[in-house]
């Protein structure tokens, strides 16, 4: 039985804020947005599990990151959740060419009545 | 309880690999991989339902297409189907310059052994 969220797109729009705040201002941060369960997918190279996914994130090679979101669209999905895509670009410590890219989550509700990333793709857009 | 497809990434694969030629040849065929409670959000505009979203991709201003897909990740969901992100070019009409895309999509298992498109998210990049 499907269980679609009437809020998904504050849900969505609310989630992303949060996350590229928290990705720029301290990416261990991150972690609280995971679970056991959860997967990332960064530039094609793939792990499970919060712990595993923050130490992916904190080891990348840069100092400083800024994302600017473009663009970003959801839909829910049948567990209460949603389901986002995103597209913008990031500049990385002195790096005066931001990079295009693209990112899809899938959110789904906790059992406290918030919400973790179940699925997380990244990838860089080169045009 | 969660059910992971352990054969997501040659699912996913597939289903692109049709998606994109279906497509390019007779977009209106597209109509046998959405349910009715699929959604299909193009370029920031939704609409849900099988009938409604071959309409809509049917009503594009082009006569031929060509998409040319760059890159594609993907990840199981736990009903046993998979979640996609694509990068691609795709080339209208007579145009000679690629433009960039993006587009994730998530399957479902149908109760016949095959896969529908519940979530379809497309988006143009602009560099």
Redesign the interface.
Known sequence: M?NINPQYETIAKQFVDFYYQTFDADRAKLIDLYRP?S?L?FE?S?VQGAQAIVEKLSSLPFQKVAHKV??L??????TGGA?I?V?GQLLVDEEQNPM?Y?Q?F?LFPDDKGSFFI??D?F?L???
């Open positions: 499907a369960e997967m997918t094609s793939s473009g663009t669209d959801s839909q829910p999905n049948p389901i895509l597209t295009n693209t899809t899938q179940y699925n793709v990838k857009v080169y045009g």
